[in-house]
């Protein structure tokens, strides 16, 4: 079949579903916001079918996997819109030090050929997605002299689009700057990876070139099982007692409706602002501190007073807010690279101008039976729903909040081999997948953040008021755990 007639097959399945779902596959661009922040990086593998030390079964190139459910909706996606970048996961390091280049690709060349998902490609296979994974052979490394600001040219990169059908889901480059120093960047599909593969990948790579250099075989332990053999499992799984319990807990909820400054567009498009927070130190103790007392964590903490901004915001007390989770309940899986997050829905319930205290208990067990039924893929609670249609908004999850207490060890390394390493903060790319979007991460005792936001519905003015509003709530809250909500706004 040609890639014409592939195109025309799949406009034809898509023409097939029911409006409800077609329109919700169309406008799902938040479903896969997780997990990773955008923002919370010795020999090449063989070719053909021979097998790859330290991976079960070999290659097994040229053969058809099923996509798990969590990569079908991502494929569908990118095949309503190939240009759109927002699923483009980047992770660039300063490398300090004389890089040898051919040892870094040879390094990537390796750990693709350990993980198959890295050398998939995703194709339609009769009416079906299909994944299939291609031969070992060398990863490219792009090379670049960039003078003065780096930042256009890691922009330029990381929203570059991938053709999920004929290209590798992964790409890095080399860019070597004017100042000594060289900058890594690297870019993956989400379909093929989330934050904790990131922290993975980032440990191999660096062991691996490390082995290059002192001319030794690289310590990598042997891989359990492979993406693919995830995506085969997933597919299997009877999920009717979840899907029954998040249809019956998401019956009647409203949409998000926080006041805008500008006409909401007829279509959703994604464009994106980004405004800075921060959390003192200070705060963050009494959090942990009225948590403890509440039986719950700081995380819960957190997204209730993120809840109760958004309604004190919107005039709700009936809302929802993603939350992402790692999807890994099973030891096997930590050491692989693959997209296994997905998004819990949480609805909260503001009704009665609880105190803190009071939400901080409801929230805990939305959550904790959440995390029971977590397993349940997101485009089907969104069919299982039957929203009405709209798609000037993302379905269901207007909101999103992510805390990143992922294992980042590797991803926040100081050195590879003989290279000092440096995060390099990647520019933001002006893209958002929801209208209100917070991600918070550890920075010295109190934590430091990022709040995106739907450019075409907010200024940067009102954003920067949004942040304030959940910065004093968390500060109030941490006080006064016994205010009501309503005496808790603010900014």
Not at 41 to 55: E, L
Not at 207 to 227: D, S
């Amino acid at each position: 079949m040609t890639g014409e007639e592939r195109r025309a097959a799949l406009l034809a399945r898509l023409a097939a579903l029911p409006p409800e779902r077609r329109e919700a596959l169309r406008a799902l661009t938040l479903a896969g916001a997780a997990s990773g922040r955008k923002a919370p990086a010795p020999a090449g593998g063989g070719a053909g079918g021979a097998a790859v030390p330290g991976v079960p079964g070999g290659t097994e190139a040229g053969r058809s996997w099923p996509l798990s459910f969590g990569q079908e909706r991502l494929w569908f996606l990118n095949r309503f819109d190939p240009a759109d970048t927002v699923y483009n996961t980047p992770w660039c390091v300063r490398l300090r030090g004389p890089v040898d280049a051919g040892a870094l690709a040879a390094a990537l060349t390796r750990v693709a050929g350990r993980h198959h998902v890295l050398r998939a490609r995703f194709r339609l296979d009769g009416d079906r997605p299909v994944q299939v994974v291609m031969p070992a052979g060398p990863v490219p490394l792009e090379a670049a002299e960039v003078a003065g600001d780096p930042a256009p040219a890691v922009v330029e990169l990381v929203n570059r689009p991938f053709d999920l059908e004929s290209d590798p889901p992964l790409r890095a480059a080399l860019m070597r700057l004017d100042d000594g120093t060289s900058l890594l960047c690297l870019v993956l599909h989400h379909i093929v990876v989330d934050g904790w593969s990131l922290d993975v990948l980032m440990r191999e790579l660096a062991e691996c070139y490390a082995a290059l250099r002192e001319r030794r075989e690289p310590a990598l332990e042997e891989l359990p099982m492979q993406y693919t053999d995830f995506a085969v499992e997933d597919r299997r799984h009877d999920r009717t007692a979840r899907l029954e319990y998040w249809t019956r807990t998401l019956a009647g909820v409203p949409v998000l409706d926080l006041p805008a400054d500008l006409p909401r567009p007829a279509r959703w498009t994604g464009r994106g602002g980004q405004e800075p927070l921060t959390v003192s130190g200070e705060t963050v103790a009494r959090l942990e501190e009225v948590a403890r007392r509440e039986r719950c964590t700081l995380f819960m903490a957190l997204v209730a007073a993120y809840q109760a901004a958004l309604g004190l915001l919107a005039g709700q007390d009936d809302l929802c807010v993603g939350v992402p989770v790692a999807g890994r309940g099973r030891t096997e899986l930590a050491p692989l690279i693959g997209y296994f997050s997905t998004t819990l829905v949480l609805r909260a319930d503001l009704s009665g101008d609880p105190a803190f205290r009071e939400l901080l208990g409801r929230t805990r067990v939305t959550l904790l039976r959440g995390l029971q039924h977590a397993d349940a893929p997101f485009e089907q609670i969104l069919g299982g729903l039957r929203l009405p249609r709209d798609l000037s908004r993302p379905p269901l999850l207007q909101a999103m909040f992510n805390l990143h207490n992922m294992p980042k060890g590797d991803l926040l390394r100081t050195s590879m081999g003989d290279l000092e390493v440096e995060v390099y903060p990647v520019p933001p790319a002006g893209r958002t997948k929801a209208e209100v979007s917070v991600d918070l991460w550890r920075a010295g005792e109190g934590l430091g953040g990022v709040l995106d936001y739907g450019c075409d519905l907010f200024t940067a003015e009102t954003a920067r008021r949004f942040a304030r509003v959940f910065t004093g709530l968390l500060e109030r809250a941490g006080t006064g755990p016994d205010l009501r909500l309503s005496e808790l706004g603010g900014g």
